[in-house]
């Protein structure tokens, strides 16, 4: 319990000294303290109801990304583990794993500020026994280098809009000398594995 609040803390401090890889690996570090699994295990062993037997034989079969799952039908599934059975469940919880679809709307507002329409789409099956009513994710936009956190912002997913499109607006500093592109990561604040990039 003390490991997670400390690496928490430590996210907490990354965040405000603008350190982006610092804060990614800190938050990571806090979600596989608390869930006690390691990066590189299934994200599926952070549901209470799949079988350490199932989770193994996921794990063994690393040709397969991640984020591959969710295009993968429930006898696929099923294939994959070797348990016909199981595969309408994995097909379930990899559905409800948490997952955003972003789009962004871009337009300098001065020489020196951006300002940022983002679009955030659920693209799971939001379950309050999973969830509860709430999913946090943290918007961070890093510079070209994924160094430094241009900014920050907590946003709130809740049962009631997760249907709908979600639309966050805020500006960001233009850094000098003119940086190719600037990356909107959103990471879940208490899921493994659930982040997206643009």
């Known amino acids: ?3 997670a609040r400390i690496m928490r803390a430590l996210f907490e401090i990354a965040l405000r000294r603008n350190w982006a890889g610092l804060a990614k690996l800190t938050l990571a570090f806090s979600n596989m303290v608390a869930h006690r699994i390691w990066r590189s295990q299934t994200p599926l062993r952070q549901f209470k109801n799949v079988p350490e037997v199932v989770a193994r034989k996921l794990e063994r079969k690393s ?19 070797g348990v ?3 595969g309408r469940v994995l097909h379930k919880l ?7 679809d972003l789009s962004a709307h871009v337009q300098p507002i ?15 099956q939001f379950d309050v026994n999973v969830h509860g009513y ?49 990356f ?15």
Request: net charge negative; charged share 25%.
């Open 63 to 81: 040709d397969i990304e991640w984020d591959r799952y969710a295009d993968l039908t429930p006898s696929d599934l099923g294939e994959l583990v």
């Open 110 to 124: 001065t020489r020196s500020m951006l300002r940022v329409e983002l679009t955030l789409i659920s693209a799971f």
């Open 1 to 3: 319990q003390s490991a």
């Open 134 to 182: 709430v999913q946090l994710f943290h918007v961070v936009i890093e510079d070209v280098n994924g160094e430094n956190v241009l900014h920050h912002e907590v946003f709130s997913l809740k049962l009631s809009s997760s249907e709908e499109e979600n639309v966050l607006v805020f500006t960001v500093p233009i850094l000098e000398p003119l940086p190719p592109s600037y």
């Open 84 to 86: 016909p059975k199981m």
């Open 94 to 100: 990899v559905n409800q794993f948490p997952r955003l």
């Open 184 to 198: 909107i990561r959103v990471i879940s604040d208490r899921w493994l594995h659930s982040e997206a990039v643009l």
